[in-house]
């Protein structure tokens, strides 16, 4: 009932103008980085380990600044899964190198997890006339496993495909024409996992980008999500030339190092909430 009645709340907050529900989504923001310790914890843990050079009280304005992001990230759910299409249409932008989305060549899109993620997924999904696919886990609360599929399905015919079931339909998938958004850059834990530098740390990563792109015979098309004033800028980048090669531990090292690219564009906007760090290679003692 909780769960039903918060996504309800969600729901009267689509038709708002958007600075309502970013002043909103700042201030709850504010609140979350004072009362959830352990998150904030976190997420100093990580940007204390990832940007040493960095002063103290300017990694905790970073921080306080991406728990402001993250929950207005959140909130725009509202209006990008209820509002109307064309207000939806009208606060993504996408740019750069869209024409590496025409056709119908097998496509591996790199989605590294910003904030933006789910508006990078609609902006696709409602503005280029192909069918995409995605890999999701199943959330614990059966409710909103729902309304999130649901959302992330509301344009095109997009696909979701879970984790639980394996390569086998996603590789199918790309073979067949679908262009597959792709979130690899988390800790999944020590299984299939390599520990590939991320910030000069070692970080088990998957390295499923290089996997389903051989198998899938798939170019590797980056797109990276901005949350601006005006909504999103969805960018597309040009796709990786001789990606992958023949060493995936060196392919995935390479996304990494990109990634960290990527990241210093928008550094309050990655998800440092997650524990990037929770997998240690042997030996090496925990760090949350």
């Not at 086998?168 to 020590?190: I, N, T």
């Not at 030339?241 to 190092?257: H, I, Q």
Request: include cysteine; charge should be positive; charged fraction near 20%.
């Amino acid at each position: 009932m909780m769960t039903r009645f918060a996504i309800s709340l969600l729901r009267l907050l689509a038709p708002l103008p958007l600075p309502w529900v970013r002043g909103l989504g700042a201030f709850l923001g504010r609140l979350l980085y004072a009362l959830v310790g352990s998150r904030r914890r976190i997420a100093l843990t990580n940007l204390a380990l990832c940007f040493p050079q960095m002063a103290a009280a300017e990694r905790e304005a970073l921080a306080r600044r991406h728990f402001e992001v993250f929950v207005q990230a959140w909130l725009d759910r509202a209006w990008l899964w209820h509002a109307r299409p064309e207000v939806v249409r009208e606060r993504l932008q996408m740019t750069g190198a869209v024409h590496e989305l025409a056709g119908t060549a097998p496509t591996l899109l790199f989605a590294p997890h910003f904030v933006g993620l789910d508006a990078g997924a609609t902006a696709l999904s409602q503005q280029i006339p192909r069918e995409f696919a995605t890999i999701f886990t199943t959330q614990s609360n059966p409710t909103v496993d729902i309304w999130v599929a649901r959302g992330r399905q509301r344009f095109g015919n997009a696909k979701l495909y879970n984790r639980a079931d394996g390569i086998k339909p996603v590789v199918a998938a790309l073979r067949a024409g679908e262009p597959v958004y792709l979130l690899p850059d988390m800790d999944f834990g020590a299984r299939d996992s390599v520990f590939v530098p991320f910030y000069g740390v070692p970080a088990a990563t998957v390295p499923s980008l290089a996997r389903f792109a051989r198998l899938g015979r798939a170019r590797v098309v980056p797109v990276v999500t901005r949350l601006t004033a005006a909504g999103y800028e969805v960018q597309i980048l040009p796709g990786w030339d001789g990606f992958p090669g023949p060493d995936a531990v060196a392919d995935t090292a390479l996304m990494n190092e990109r990634l960290q690219g990527y990241i210093d564009t928008m550094p309050e906007q990655y998800f440092w909430v997650h524990k990037r760090f929770k997998t240690r290679p042997p030996g090496a003692p925990p760090v949350y």
